[in-house]
């Protein structure tokens, strides 16, 4: 875990391998949710699944200090990959194929906010 400075801005932030052996996007996604859950970050990143995809919550947290209920966002970011799918071990475990690349991750210096970009990579 850690916690990054951008600016005067603190981001949270986790990552992880990832593990598993999905084969369907949505059963990747929902791995990365589940093994997010835990984790009071800004941005939780998994790896392993072989997919560049992204996932923006929100979630509530108690503000004991101005006695509020604060909304807050959480970014769950599949770090994708640059694996060539025919004749892979993607394809050979039935993998869903889907597109190469890494997200782009922009964090703003002056507030907090991160944007999130997928990149996609051309043959």
Same mark, same amino acid.
């Given at each position: 875990?850690?916690?990054?400075?951008?600016?005067?801005?603190?981001?949270?932030?986790?990552?992880?391998?990832?593990?598993?052996?999905?084969?369907?996007?949505?059963?990747?996604?929902?791995?990365?949710?589940?093994?997010?859950?835990? +984790?009071?970050?800004?941005?939780?990143? +998994?790896?392993?699944?072989? &997919?560049?995809?992204?996932?923006? &919550?929100?979630?509530?947290?108690?503000?004991?200090?101005?006695?509020?209920?604060?909304?807050?966002?959480? +970014?769950?970011? &599949?770090?994708?990959? +640059?694996?060539?799918?025919?004749? $892979?071990?993607?394809?050979? $475990?039935?993998?869903?194929?889907?597109?190469?690349?890494?997200?782009?991750?922009?964090?703003?210096?002056?507030?907090?906010?991160?944007?999130?970009?997928?990149?996609?990579?051309?043959?």
């Amino acid at each position: 875990p850690s916690h990054d400075k951008a600016g005067k801005t603190w981001y949270r932030i986790r990552s992880t391998h990832g593990r598993g052996n999905s084969t369907k996007i949505y059963t990747k996604i929902a791995k990365a949710v589940s093994a997010a859950e835990i +984790y009071n970050c800004d941005l939780f990143f +998994y790896g392993h699944v072989h &997919l560049n995809h992204s996932i923006e &919550l929100e979630r509530r947290e108690i503000n004991i200090k101005n006695k509020i209920i604060d909304v807050a966002k959480k +970014y769950i970011v &599949l770090t994708g990959h +640059y694996l060539e799918y025919d004749k $892979s071990y993607a394809e050979d $475990s039935n993998m869903e194929p889907c597109e190469t690349g890494s997200p782009i991750i922009k964090l703003f210096m002056n507030k907090k906010q991160i944007n999130i970009q997928k990149s996609i990579c051309s043959d």
